[in-house]
């Protein structure tokens, strides 16, 4: 899946970037925020008070939105203990470079705390991914298992702790599985690493990367924003969705279904696989939720992502809500789905000549349960 997705994504997202910069620019109020009064409006009048007068905060009534705008005269005591008090009093680490590190980190965060408007949001997420996937410059996979996991689960939870004061319970429930999914993945990825059937796995990911590599600057980039793509519909709910609610409850219900039964299905079929490889490390895997299925995992992670987006629909209040939160579950779905292809091509190569697969194959759907699409190549020919 690691090569799947290193091809796919800087061609699925680089036509996205060149739209998101082109819809950015058509579309003020990008992240418009609620009517009501949110946790930022009180962070920014509680910036402007605590410095006295080193940030300028203002409060657009209109929109409800607040921004706020760094001071040319600002201490970097002030910046340290601002910074400090809205990251909940952690006291400073005596490391090299930490001054200049934390002064950075104050220039740039402490407006984006204090400013609902605008794309500041995105930006929090995209560089919130990089921190959390940073790992990936070590073993490159880990952009896209321990990466993806804790950027998905810590986006949601700060959401919904930005937004408390406008929580709901639909919204609080769309972030905690968000919260969950994340949670679930890396959870995973570290109880598969220590299975004796992964050593030669990741000793064959440990080994030096192919001069030709070149540092994965750009893919780190392009996994931070589809993090944050994925995590927007969640954004959305925990902002909108309480004044959207009204007679569209009920599909934010179905949606929430959708992701808890997506995320069942993943992490069942994760660990049957896992349990089944430790036992019988050189064959294929087919009891369980894989008699259903040939790829039951990928099958319910593209279902929860669907969900997730569904039961944020009530919050998309203008055309570009629909256009932006469409825009990480879509890339998903497709980078899975280029996976599955992957992962079956691998899959018949080492097992197609045995009777087992075959017999197999024929009576098991490629990937979704209850088809009869049987081979890869089917079912590839009819979404195109």
Not at 221 to 243: D, E, H, K, Q, W
Not at 300 to 310: I, K, N
Not at 354 to 359: A, L, P
Request: aromatic share 12%; glycine share 10%; with cysteine.
């Amino acid at each position: 899946m690691m090569a799947r997705l290193r091809r796919a994504l800087p061609k699925q997202l680089g036509a996205t970037a060149v739209l998101l910069c082109t819809l950015l620019a058509h579309s003020e109020g990008f992240f418009a925020a609620p009517n009501t009064p949110t946790t930022h409006s009180k962070l920014a009048s509680d910036l402007n008070g605590r410095t006295n007068g080193q940030f300028a905060a203002r409060s657009d009534s209109s929109s409800g939105g607040s921004s706020a705008a760094l001071g040319t005269a600002g201490s970097r005591e002030r910046l340290f203990e601002t910074v400090t008090t809205l990251r909940g009093g952690s006291p400073a680490m005596n490391i090299p470079g930490y001054d200049a590190a934390a002064a950075a980190i104050a220039a740039i965060s402490v407006p984006a705390i204090a400013w609902t408007g605008g794309p500041a949001l995105f930006a929090q997420g995209v560089l919130l991914s990089m921190v959390t996937s940073i790992d990936g410059f070590r073993i490159r996979e880990h952009f896209v298992s321990y990466g993806y996991g804790f950027s998905v689960a810590l986006q949601a939870a700060g959401a919904a702790w930005l937004f408390r004061d406008n929580l709901h319970t639909l919204s609080a429930l769309h972030a905690a599985g968000l919260v969950a999914y994340g949670l679930r993945l890396a959870s995973f990825c570290g109880w598969r690493d220590t299975l004796s059937c992964f050593q030669n796995r990741r000793k064959r990911l440990a080994q030096p990367k192919k001069k030709n590599a070149g540092p994965p600057y750009t893919f780190w980039g392009i996994c931070s924003m589809l993090y944050a793509f994925l995590a927007l519909p969640t954004v959305y709910a925990l902002r909108r969705l309480p004044a959207a609610e009204g007679s569209y409850v009920g599909v934010s219900q179905a949606g929430l279904a959708v992701m808890a039964f997506g995320l069942l299905v993943e992490s069942v079929a994760d660990l049957q696989k896992s349990l089944f490889k430790k036992k019988s490390p050189d064959t294929f895997c087919s009891t369980g939720l894989y008699r259903f299925s040939r790829h039951p995992n990928y099958f319910g992670e593209a279902v929860f992502w669907t969900g997730a987006w569904l039961a944020a629909i009530p919050a998309y209040t203008k055309w570009y809500h629909w256009v932006f939160s469409v825009i990480g579950p879509s890339q998903i779905v497709s980078i899975i789905l280029r996976a599955t292809g992957g992962l079956e091509k691998r899959q018949v190569e080492k097992y197609g000549s045995s009777k087992e697969w075959k017999e197999y194959a024929k009576s098991t759907p490629v990937f979704v349960p209850g088809t009869r699409q049987y081979t890869w190549e089917k079912a590839a020919s009819k979404k195109n």
